[in-house]
């Protein structure tokens, strides 16, 4: 009867997507009509998460009933659909004797809504179970339903399995007016409705799940008004190394206010705290604040002591849709009848959905006479994401898809292969926002610092559109500004294949050969000078593994000049001094397998058995097995996250190697209008770059009192450009909804190194560069079990670069950052030939003993397990304690880090000691004092250096004649300012 | 450091020799604004003064702060050099400045560009054009390291070559 469809869900958020779903149960012909460029850009997408047991609502409301229903479901829709849920259990926490009051209030509530398993327990009880509970807890409510979800996950499972079961969806489509047709009880009853775009469709029913506008749509067709006044709600997330802070979701009780700042795991493995709950008038997408992040952290406090800005990873703010009756509104309004609210869903909205979504279903069928359709398929075909499978499972993967062995987020193991499918999945993301919501990818530590470069090409070759057309998340929000005209075509031609050819093992096979003697993970300076050196000092089986087409890591990208001088007394730009190491490398006959990621080092579990070094690339998953590791994995940047800046999220922010990279390895300029902040070397570097390149460079602008990058980059990097640096300076606030516009620079007091209020000013720019500082990157080296120093983010060494781990080793950035390359290459050569002289060492120990026992020469591959009794130079013993690592090296006054962090005692004693290390604060005419301390604490100076000033960016190096180490304790290293 | 703490503000001044200037910092509004909200002197780290020259030398990354006196257009002394190389950087940094060059530019058939350098430093003054006249380079692959891919850029005299293979 000219229907264009009989259905059209307004907002594809999760009350949209789920009531999709359900909808698709019927013979009717339903579109989503979504104002942005994916689903759940609302409310859903900066949720808590969290599938509440159904305690707090009051017992009789819409909310008490679709809660209790929607909790009920959720771990059937987790089933079918194949979304993360994960019951973790919950504490609503009392603070003082009003709180316990409330909390026994809860558990009567709970009781009343039929929610079971809720019970009252005493502080101590809550602390034994989760010891991170701050001790002002008096009492907990323990509430074991309580689970956690992926907001995210659930709107987009729902959302795919509506469209694989034929409901339609049109993204851009903001509706504006909705208007009544026809008469009802007549077949021509129905709605048309009017997109801003000028699009029109005629439907029978509408579906009205339009978030914080579902108010002014009702509003068109019902006398019965309804107002929403959105919530703005903020959260801080923590890296998942603060994960294990806690397993249950903590509530804090429910005051007038609000319910409070929970502390909750997410099922991503992060955790995080929030949130906020802020009136605002303004429906559009919210910003964080500066005082909204710090509240969210001082409230956090109350549950969880330790909580702090350290280690949070990002912050989010989104909206909530409260009504003016508290309650949900759901269902047709008397007076428009076709017409269905799923609105004010505030929480618990999410839990509700797919309750609400199967009533609303129900009722649209029954108004239309629907039947349900025999071929609906509630089961979504989800794809197991790499990260999460098994070895085998990876194995069978790549032998399926060898893109499946191509890494591209490094953080989060989300494969080429897995973003191809997502590109091509039933419901294909549009932005870059949607591909890594769905797959993951860019959401790790480097927050897309590293794979963006790459996901653009993959995207501008799947999508097959210009670089410069896709876009982060919303219309005009785009990555980058130009890029090469023939950019498209190129990526088409597809890039040579990583790792073909390089003699990959098969899974399967990989047990038989012979274990190598070094493995060095990461071929940047520091790798590929390991490698070499590994060879030289007499190891025989050396492989060299990076995850890169080519070697060279950072360096490929860095092609200025500068480098070099100390390590080939010529100065060499990024990509010559790769050169020339791999030559090296060649010359030495190390092997190399370019384009295999290493995943995970399981450490020899017994003496005398080799580690395994568990790798892929796309001609499978590969079992290395090794006696010596070497970990040369480089660093990350710091990101936007870690900065905690406020505002919008627009497209325009890159960190420093981000912009390097999109320029230097793929000839795009990332905007027109820059900024910089941190004047670290490659803020620099870049801010020069980009000067050359065209770009407008505003300034730099630094924390600290005192710039961090190398005097000479400030003279030829900035002077030369005119470019002015901006010393305690910050960015405290993003601008723009698309793209950057500006950035909101304050003054920072140099003491606290916090921002002064007030003093902020508007610096107009499209691009934001980060240079903020480098991180080691270290999760091979957790994986191995080794111990990790928290002041260098490095593994704690000795002065061989040995970590606690026997025959695993450590150097270049993954240690401790380096400011200079060529210190780094200098350290892989140390780490190189240490490891080498441990395997010959402990191979020697081994056939010795194995003479001595009558058995002779060990063949490869089987070192006999009298070889741990050879002591110090057996292979794959155990891992060390502190005590059998030798002595200590210690960061006395003024001294905020040494490396290595213990003497060994087993290199000989005419190799001098050389310490690095760097100051904890500027200090003019220092004076450096190495000590040995001796069992009753005497110290006695064995180095001394002076200096004219020392800063906390410039790592220093001390001396030490090992002769001067007898009756040590401890060595000390410490810095005093001189006369 | 205790004096540099509390300028806010620490404008790189470029000397008055420097030619390869964009625009004046006055253009800038909000470095300007800065600038002038808080008072704060620019600071020249390299500004001439007089007859003597404070330079940071860029040779290596030490950065020693170079003193160059000059009189009557000739140096009269350089002192602060850590090293020869220092002071052979200061004898030019004072009479005329030379600045490495180092680019990308796309070659046909590679996504990846061909990063290139100045086989010498090239007049600082130079430098916009040279930076120009590499972008108008069109080198085809194959590409070897350290091939030549201009003999002479931009009228310096100074050749620019690969720092990149690029195979075929
Ligand atoms: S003078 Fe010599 S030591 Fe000092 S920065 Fe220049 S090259 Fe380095």
């Given at each position: 009867?000219?229907?264009?469809?009989?259905?059209?869900?307004v907002?594809?958020?999760v009350a949209?997507?789920c009531?999709?779903?359900?909808?698709?149960?019927?013979?009717l012909?339903?579109?989503?009509?979504?104002?942005?460029?994916?689903?759940?850009?609302?409310?859903?997408?900066?949720?808590?998460?969290?599938?509440?047991?159904?305690?707090?609502?009051?017992?009789g409301?819409?909310?008490?009933?679709?809660?209790?229903?929607?909790?009920?479901?959720m771990p059937?829709?987790?089933?079918?659909?194949?979304?993360?849920?994960?019951?973790n259990?919950?504490?609503?926490?009392?603070?003082?004797?009003?709180?316990?009051?409330?909390?026994?209030?809860?558990?009567?509530?709970?009781?009343?809504?039929?929610?079971?398993?809720v019970?009252v327990?005493?502080?101590?009880?809550?602390?034994?179970?989760?010891?991170?509970?701050?001790?002002?807890?008096?009492?907990?409510?323990d509430?074991?339903?309580?689970?956690?979800?992926?907001?995210?996950?659930?709107?987009?499972?729902?959302?795919?399995?509506?469209?694989?079961?034929?409901?339609?969806?049109?993204?851009?489509?903001?509706v504006?007016?909705?208007?009544?047709r026809?008469?009802?009880?007549?077949?021509?009853?129905?709605?048309?409705?009017?997109?801003?775009?000028?699009?029109?469709f005629?439907?029978?029913?509408?579906?009205?799940?339009?978030?914080?506008?579902?108010?002014?749509?009702?509003?068109?067709?019902?006398?019965?008004?309804?107002?929403?006044?959105?919530?703005?709600?903020?959260?801080?997330?923590?890296?998942?190394?603060r994960?294990?802070?806690?397993k249950?979701?903590?509530?804090?009780?429910?005051?007038?206010?609000?319910?409070?700042v929970?502390?909750?795991?997410?099922?991503?493995?992060?955790?995080?705290c929030?949130?906020?709950?802020?009136?605002?008038?303004?429906?559009?997408?919210?910003?964080?604040?500066?005082?909204?992040?710090?509240?969210?952290?001082?409230?956090?406090?109350?549950?969880w002591?330790?909580?702090?800005?350290?280690?949070?990873?990002?912050?989010?703010?989104?909206?909530?849709?409260?009504?003016?009756?508290?309650d949900?509104?759901?269902?047709?309004?008397?007076?428009?009848?076709?017409?269905?609210?799923?609105?004010?869903?505030?929480?618990?909205?999410?839990?509700?959905?797919?309750?609400i979504?199967?009533?609303?279903?129900?009722?649209?069928?029954?108004r239309?006479?629907?039947?349900k359709?025999?071929?609906?398929?509630?089961?979504?075909?989800?794809?197991?994401?790499?990260?999460?499978m098994s070895?085998?499972?990876?194995?069978?993967?790549?032998?399926?898809?060898?893109?499946?062995?191509?890494?591209?987020?490094?953080?989060?193991?989300?494969?080429?292969?897995?973003l191809v499918?997502?590109?091509?999945?039933?419901?294909?993301?549009?932005?870059?926002d949607?591909?890594?919501?769905?797959?993951?990818?860019?959401?790790?530590?480097?927050?897309?610092?590293?794979?963006?470069?790459?996901?653009?090409?993959?995207?501008?070759?799947?999508?097959?559109?210009?670089?410069?057309?896709f876009?982060?998340?919303?219309?005009?929000?785009?990555?980058?500004?130009?890029?090469?005209?023939?950019?498209?075509?190129?990526?088409?031609?597809?890039?040579p294949?990583?790792?073909?050819?390089?003699?990959?093992?098969?899974?399967a096979?990989?047990?038989?050969?012979?274990p190598?003697d070094?493995?060095?993970?990461?071929?940047?300076?520091?790798?590929?000078?390991?490698a070499?050196?590994?060879?030289?000092?007499?190891?025989e089986?050396?492989?060299?593994?990076?995850?890169?087409?080519?070697?060279?890591?950072?360096?490929?990208?860095c092609?200025?000049?500068?480098?070099?001088?100390?390590?080939?007394?010529?100065?060499?730009?990024?990509?010559?001094?790769?050169?020339?190491?791999?030559?090296?490398?060649?010359?030495?006959?190390?092997?190399?397998?370019?384009?295999?990621s290493?995943?995970?080092?399981?450490?020899?579990?017994?003496p005398?058995?080799?580690?395994?070094?568990?790798?892929?690339?796309?001609?499978?998953?590969?079992?290395?097995?090794?006696?010596?590791?070497?970990?040369?994995?480089?660093?990350?940047?710091?990101?936007?996250?870690?900065?905690?800046?406020?505002?919008?999220?627009?497209?325009g922010?890159?960190?420093?190697g981000?912009a390097?990279?999109?320029?230097?390895l793929?000839?795009?300029?990332?905007?027109?209008?820059?900024?910089?902040?941190?004047?670290?070397?490659?803020?620099?570097?870049?801010?020069?770059?980009?000067?050359?390149?065209?770009?407008?460079?505003?300034?730099?602008?630094?924390?600290?009192?005192?710039?961090?990058?190398?005097?000479?980059?400030?003279?030829?990097?900035?002077?030369?450009?005119?470019?002015?640096?901006?010393?305690?300076?910050?960015?405290?606030?993003?601008?723009?909804?698309?793209?950057?516009?500006?950035?909101?620079?304050?003054?920072?007091?140099?003491?606290?190194?916090?921002?002064?209020?007030?003093?902020?000013?508007?610096?107009?720019?499209?691009?934001?560069?980060?240079?903020?500082g480098?991180?080691?990157?270290?999760?091979?080296a957790?994986?191995a079990?080794?111990?990790?120093?928290?002041?260098?983010?490095?593994?704690?060494v000795?002065?061989?670069?040995?970590?606690?781990?026997?025959?695993?080793?450590?150097?270049?950035?993954?240690?401790?950052?380096?400011?200079?390359?060529?210190?780094?290459?200098?350290?892989?050569?140390?780490?190189g030939?240490?490891?080498?002289q441990?395997?010959?060492?402990?191979?020697a120990?081994?056939?010795?003993?194995?003479?001595?026992?009558?058995?002779?020469a060990?063949?490869a591959?089987?070192?006999?397990?009298?070889?741990?009794?050879?002591?110090?130079?057996?292979?794959?013993?155990?891992?060390?304690?502190?005590?059998?690592?030798?002595?200590?090296?210690?960061?006395?006054?003024?001294?905020?880090?040494?490396?290595?962090?213990?003497?060994?005692?087993?290199?000989?004693?005419?190799?001098?000691?050389?310490?690095a290390?760097?100051?904890?604060?500027?200090?003019?005419?220092?004076r450096?004092?190495v000590?040995?301390?001796d069992?009753?604490g005497?110290?006695?100076?064995?180095?001394a250096?002076?200096?004219?000033?020392?800063?906390?960016?410039?790592?220093?190096?001390?001396?030490?004649?090992?002769?001067?180490?007898?009756?040590?304790?401890?060595?000390?290293?410490s810095?005093?300012?001189?006369? | 450091?205790a004096?540099?703490?509390?300028?806010?503000?620490?404008?790189?001044?470029?000397?008055?020799?420097?030619?390869?200037?964009?625009r004046?910092?006055?253009?800038?509004p909000?470095?300007?604004?800065?600038?002038?909200?808080?008072?704060a002197?620019?600071?020249?780290?390299?500004?001439?003064?007089?007859?003597?020259?404070?330079?940071t030398?860029?040779?290596?990354?030490?950065?020693?702060?170079?003193?160059?006196?000059?009189?009557?257009?000739?140096?009269?002394?350089?002192?602060?050099?850590?090293?020869r190389?220092?002071?052979k950087?200061?004898?030019?940094?004072?009479?005329?400045?030379?600045?490495?060059v180092?680019?990308?530019?796309?070659?046909?058939?590679?996504?990846?560009?061909?990063?290139?350098?100045?086989?010498?430093?090239?007049?600082?003054?130079?430098?916009?054009?040279?930076?120009?006249?590499?972008?108008?380079?069109?080198?085809?692959?194959?590409i070897e390291?350290?091939?030549?891919?201009?003999p002479?850029?931009?009228?310096?005299?100074?050749?620019?070559?690969?720092?990149?293979?690029?195979?075929a």
């Open positions: 009867m000219g229907f264009d469809y009989d259905v059209a869900v907002g594809a958020g949209g997507c009531c999709a779903r359900e909808l698709a149960r019927y013979d012909a339903t579109v989503v009509l979504e104002a942005g460029l994916d689903i759940a850009c609302g409310a859903t997408r900066a949720n808590s998460g969290i599938v509440h047991a159904g305690y707090d609502p009051t017992p409301t819409l909310k008490a009933r679709y809660n209790v229903e929607g909790a009920r479901l059937e829709w987790a089933h079918e659909l194949g979304f993360s849920y994960v019951r259990g919950a504490y609503v926490v009392a603070f003082s004797e009003d709180d316990a009051c409330t909390i026994g209030e809860l558990a009567d509530r709970a009781r009343a809504n039929g929610v079971a398993g019970s327990i005493t502080g101590a009880e809550a602390r034994a179970a989760e010891p991170s509970l701050s001790d002002e807890v008096v009492a907990a409510l509430v074991p339903m309580s689970a956690i979800c992926d907001p995210y996950g659930v709107a987009f499972a729902a959302a795919e399995n509506a469209a694989e079961n034929g409901v339609a969806f049109r993204f851009g489509a903001r504006a007016t909705v208007e009544k026809g008469e009802e009880g007549k077949a021509d009853v129905g709605f048309r409705v009017t997109c801003e775009d000028g699009s029109v005629t439907v029978r029913t509408v579906v009205n799940a339009a978030g914080v506008f579902a108010d002014e749509l009702n509003n068109q067709v019902s006398a019965h008004t309804l107002r929403i006044v959105p919530r703005r709600g903020e959260y801080c997330l923590y890296d998942t190394n994960a294990s802070a806690f249950r979701t903590i509530f804090q009780p429910p005051t007038d206010a609000g319910k409070g929970l502390v909750s795991p997410t099922v991503h493995g992060n955790l995080f929030g949130p906020t709950s802020v009136p605002q008038q303004d429906k559009s997408a919210p910003d964080t604040t500066e005082e909204g992040l710090a509240y969210v952290i001082e409230q956090a406090k109350r549950t002591p330790e909580a702090s800005g350290r280690d949070v990873i990002t912050n989010f703010a989104g909206l909530r849709a409260s009504g003016e009756s508290g949900f509104v759901i269902g047709q309004p008397d007076d428009a009848p076709g017409f269905f609210n799923i609105a004010c869903l505030e929480s618990p909205g999410l839990t509700s959905a797919p309750a979504a199967v009533d609303i279903a129900g009722q649209v069928a029954a239309l006479g629907a039947q359709r025999a071929d609906f398929n509630p089961h979504r075909a989800a794809l197991k994401p790499f990260a999460q070895d085998e499972e990876r194995a069978e993967s790549v032998r399926r898809d060898p893109a499946m062995g191509r890494l591209v987020c490094r953080c989060r193991n989300v494969t080429e292969g897995e499918s997502a590109l091509h999945g039933p419901l294909p993301p549009l932005t870059l949607a591909l890594k919501w769905r797959t993951g990818a860019t959401m790790g530590r480097c927050h897309g610092g590293f794979c963006t470069p790459e996901i653009l090409k993959i995207a501008s070759r799947e999508l097959d559109i210009e670089p410069t057309a876009v982060k998340s919303r219309a005009g929000s785009y990555l980058i500004a130009s890029a090469r005209p023939d950019y498209r075509a190129l990526v088409s031609e597809g890039e294949v990583a790792g073909a050819g390089v003699g990959a093992t098969a899974h096979d990989a047990a038989v050969t012979a190598y070094v493995v060095v993970v990461g071929g940047g300076a520091a790798g590929m000078a390991a070499t050196r590994a060879r030289v000092a007499g190891a089986r050396v492989v060299l593994i990076d995850r890169e087409a080519h070697l060279g890591g950072i360096m490929k990208q092609i200025h000049n500068g480098f070099g001088l100390s390590r080939f007394g010529q100065e060499l730009t990024g990509p010559q001094f790769v050169w020339k190491e791999q030559r090296a490398l060649d010359l030495r006959g190390a092997k190399v397998r370019a384009g295999m290493v995943l995970r080092i399981d450490a020899a579990a017994h005398g058995e080799p580690h395994t070094v568990v790798c892929v690339d796309d001609t499978g998953l590969h079992l290395v097995r090794t006696w010596a590791v070497v970990l040369a994995t480089g660093s990350r940047e710091r990101g936007a996250g870690a900065i905690g800046m406020a505002g919008s999220r627009p497209s922010v890159f960190t420093a981000e390097q990279n999109l320029m230097n793929q000839g795009c300029l990332p905007g027109t209008r820059a900024v910089v902040l941190g004047s670290g070397d490659i803020g620099l570097i870049m801010a020069r770059r980009m000067t050359l390149a065209g770009m407008q460079v505003e300034g730099v602008y630094e924390l600290m009192p005192t710039p961090s990058g190398l005097k000479r980059n400030i003279v030829q990097c900035l002077q030369d450009f005119d470019i002015p640096l901006h010393l305690s300076r910050t960015v405290v606030r993003l601008e723009g909804e698309r793209r950057l516009e500006a950035v909101w620079i304050a003054h920072v007091d140099p003491a606290t190194h916090r921002p002064i209020p007030d003093t902020a000013v508007r610096v107009p720019c499209d691009t934001l560069v980060l240079s903020v480098l991180l080691p990157e270290n999760e091979v957790k994986s079990g080794v111990e990790l120093d928290r002041l260098t983010g490095g593994p704690v000795d002065d061989r670069f040995e970590t606690n781990v026997p025959g695993v080793f450590s150097c270049g950035n993954a240690l401790h950052i380096h400011d200079l390359a060529d210190y780094a290459a200098a350290e892989g050569d140390e780490a030939s240490a490891a080498a441990y395997v010959v060492a402990a191979k120990a081994t056939r010795a003993s194995a003479a001595k026992a009558g058995v002779g060990a063949p591959g089987s070192v006999p397990e009298t070889a741990a009794a050879a002591g110090a130079a057996s292979l794959g013993a155990e891992a060390k304690p502190d005590s059998d690592r030798g002595v200590p090296i210690v960061a006395g006054e003024g001294i905020r880090y040494t490396v290595p962090q213990f003497v060994s005692f087993a290199e000989p004693s005419e190799r001098s000691l050389s310490i290390f760097r100051v904890s604060r500027a200090i003019e005419r220092p450096f004092s000590e040995v301390v069992e009753e005497n110290a006695t100076e064995v180095s250096r002076s200096g004219v000033v020392a800063v906390p960016a410039e790592m220093r190096h001390l001396r030490v004649d090992r002769t001067d180490l007898g009756n040590c304790a401890t060595l000390r290293v810095v005093k300012e001189g006369k | 450091m004096e540099r703490t509390s300028e806010a503000d620490l404008r790189i001044g470029a000397s008055a020799a420097d030619a390869v200037k964009t004046r910092a006055g253009d800038r909000a470095a300007g604004a800065a600038a002038g909200s808080d008072g002197p620019a600071v020249g780290i390299a500004a001439a003064s007089g007859e003597t020259k404070q330079l030398c860029i040779t290596c990354p030490k950065g020693c702060s170079i003193t160059v006196a000059v009189e009557d257009g000739a140096i009269a002394s350089v002192e602060g050099a850590g090293c190389r220092g002071e950087y200061a004898r030019a940094e004072a009479t005329n400045p030379q600045r490495t180092t680019a990308s530019l796309c070659v046909p058939g590679c996504l990846e560009p061909l990063s290139v350098r100045t086989a010498e430093p090239v007049p600082k003054a130079r430098m916009a054009d040279v930076v120009r006249a590499i972008s108008q380079l069109t080198p085809q692959l194959p390291m350290d091939q030549v891919v201009c002479d850029i931009a009228g310096t005299g100074v050749a620019v070559v690969a720092t990149k293979r690029l195979p």
